[in-house]
């Protein structure tokens, strides 16, 4: 039985399936017919939200579905937390655009 699902290969994250507590191991399912792995959590995951599959520094790609979904703005370390309070949108970012044309990602 897996308690977070990895959606793509590329991705950095996994979506918690049930609410997950500090210090629990948990089973990752990966996509296809990758085995299994294993990671522990170090804070509070709630059902449905991002766990950190790999030290995510600030600054770097959030990617799930395989695809990017924003950037860090904060470390994140494995089995940490990901969402609203450490990763920030980089899509329709006029605001990044104005300051410089930062790359705007498509999807």
């Known amino acids: 039985m897996f308690q977070a699902l ?3 290969e590329k991705d950095n994250v996994a979506v918690a399936v049930i609410d997950c507590q500090g210090s629990l191991t948990i089973t990752v ?15 509070d995951i709630p059902f449905g939200h991002k766990i950190a599959l790999q030290e995510i520094n600030k600054g770097d790609i959030i990617t799930k579905y395989g695809r990017p979904i924003g950037r860090s703005t ?9 969402g609203v309070h450490n990763i920030e949108g980089l899509r329709g970012r006029g605001d990044l655009q104005a ?4 790359r705007q990602w498509s999807f």
């Open 99 to 102: 300051a410089g044309g930062e």
């Open 29 to 43: 399912q990966p996509p296809s017919n990758q085995p299994f792995f294993t990671i522990t959590t170090i804070e």
């Open 74 to 82: 904060a470390p994140i370390k494995i089995g940490g937390l990901v």
């Open 6 to 8: 990895q959606l793509h």
